[in-house]
């Protein structure tokens, strides 16, 4: 009986394969002259590229030259920011949050919000994100975004305790209706914002939610060293301490955004949780608000915490490139840490990947190319100046490629983009809107603001 064609064959790549097994969990290495075959969204195989000449398929991308990875994974951003892209400049957290970003909040309506996820998801694809962590308002609007475009996303409806006891219940109803939509790629979180803007009794409200709905949580904490001390100061412990004391931290799976400022003392909290516990860091943002501490990654990974890639909202980091993330995590701790063995280019990937998946929850489902995982996959080109010659491709991948080298971007089989051009979504008009509702997103004459930044 002759099988079915595949529904899609890649041929002639090299394969970035995670080959350690439970040993060592970080060994990564290349396959070279290979194949991927994709039937049903899946990774069917990874073979040599001469066994794939016979094969049927419904589509084939002829890659030579080219490096296929695991697609890049967003563990944290607010993708409608990007309509705030440079709206609010060289300015301290506070300022940044209180003068500009929340007034202008206070005005999105959901087609502005539309608007930014779609010029947002055009930004990943074409920089080799196949999978984003959304935390924001106004949530249905970009779950139907993410459902056109093709992209896999986990999204969760943030709220504040300010917005009384319907801003909890918005963000639970979101996650129940749409967990499991776009054919599965859309995955859902409770996503309160923080310990500073969220009372300890919501907090437990919530924890109460994600156990009884078995649905993860997403949340702010410890972002900076300054929000853990004000912490210290008033109550007496740190921001982890709180989701400890509140039930998430340990309860439930959880997801904290940034971490900067993860006090010593959390560490052996996080070490006991026995739910799945991950850090998202996005370094260019700390950067930028000159804050004097980065994620813990290297304490984090001792006591086994995954801490994955991230670029928080464009509003602050003014770009959605993951590549850069992976690199500058790489160059930071080595700072940190004045030491230039840690972390590794090797080390860098996986956190682009392997660790990334996991934080996310889906570490059973992608951040590999291997057979059972979901074809999620983008091919790189490595024929330009900058990424020439090659004596450790490892370091080239980190160090020397750019998201501008993705040539090809694929999410559960589908091609959304091909030799740079976008397939399912269209730029030229998004950006036009978007241009002419600008003037009325950024007025701040009204004196409003959605929240107050008082950490």
């Known amino acids: 009986m002759t099988p079915s064609p595949a529904d899609l ?4 790549c090299t394969v970035l394969v995670h080959d350690g097994g439970d040993d060592h969990p970080e060994r990564i290495g290349f396959r070279e002259d290979a194949a991927i075959v994709v039937r049903s969204g899946v990774v069917e195989s990874v073979i040599d590229a001469d066994e794939a000449a016979g094969l049927s398929a419904v589509e084939r991308l002829d890659a030579r030259g080219q490096v296929a990875m695991p697609g890049l994974i967003n563990c944290h951003t607010h993708a409608p920011m990007v309509a705030l892209r440079g709206a609010a400049e060289d ?10 970003v929340w007034p202008v909040e206070s005005n999105l309506t959901e087609r502005d919000v539309e608007l930014g996820a ?17 935390h924001y308002f106004a949530m249905d609007a970009v779950a139907a975004v993410v459902e056109e475009c093709g992209i ?10 300010s917005q009384g006891p319907g801003g909890r219940e918005k ?5 129940l209706r749409h967990r499991g939509a776009a054919d599965g790629r859309i995955t859902t979180a409770l996503a309160p914002h923080a310990p500073y803007t969220v009372t300890d009794a919501d907090l437990a409200a919530t924890a109460e939610l994600a156990r009884a709905h078995h649905l993860p949580v997403h949340i702010h904490a410890a972002e900076n060293r300054d929000q853990t001390d004000t912490s210290l100061a008033r109550y007496g412990v740190t921001p982890v301490e709180v989701l400890h004391r509140t039930g998430l931290l340990g309860e439930t799976d959880l997801l904290l955004a940034h971490g900067t400022g993860i006090h010593d003392r959390d560490l052996p909290l996080l070490e006991r949780a026995n739910t799945r516990t991950a850090v998202a860091t996005a370094p260019r943002g700390y950067l930028k608000f000159g804050w004097p501490t980065t994620t813990p990654v290297r304490a984090l990974r001792s006591i086994g915490i995954p801490v994955g890639l991230a670029t928080d ?7 959605l490139d993951v590549w850069e993330s992976m690199a500058l995590t790489a160059l930071i701790q080595k700072s940190t840490e004045g030491d230039p063995r840690w972390l590794t280019a090797r080390q860098a990937l996986h956190h682009a990947t392997v660790q990334s998946a996991r934080a996310v929850g889906l570490g059973d489902t992608v951040g590999r190319i291997a057979p059972g995982r979901r074809a999620d996959i983008v091919l790189v080109g490595l024929d330009g100046p900058h990424t020439q010659p090659v004596h450790d491709l490892a370091a080239t991948l980190v160090h020397s490629a750019r998201s501008s080298d993705v040539r090809t971007t694929v999410v559960d089989g589908r091609i959304l983009m091909r030799d740079r051009e976008l397939l399912t979504l269209d730029v030229a008009p998004v950006v036009g809107e978007l241009t002419r509702r600008t003037p009325a997103l ?10 107050e930044y008082d950490s």
């Open 91 to 100: 300015l301290p957290t506070e300022e940044w949050f209180n003068d500009v």
């Open 313 to 319: 909202g464009a509003a602050s980091n003014n770009s």
């Open 152 to 161: 896999r996303a986990h999204l969760g409806e943030a709220y504040f305790s």
């Open 171 to 175: 963000s639970l109803e979101f996650a």
């Open 442 to 451: 950024l007025d701040r004459g009204h004196g409003r603001r959605i929240q």
């Open 118 to 134: 779609r010029l947002a998801c055009a930004e990943m694809i074409r920089a080799g994100v196949t999978c984003f962590a959304d």
């Open 9 to 12: 064959v890649i041929t002639g």
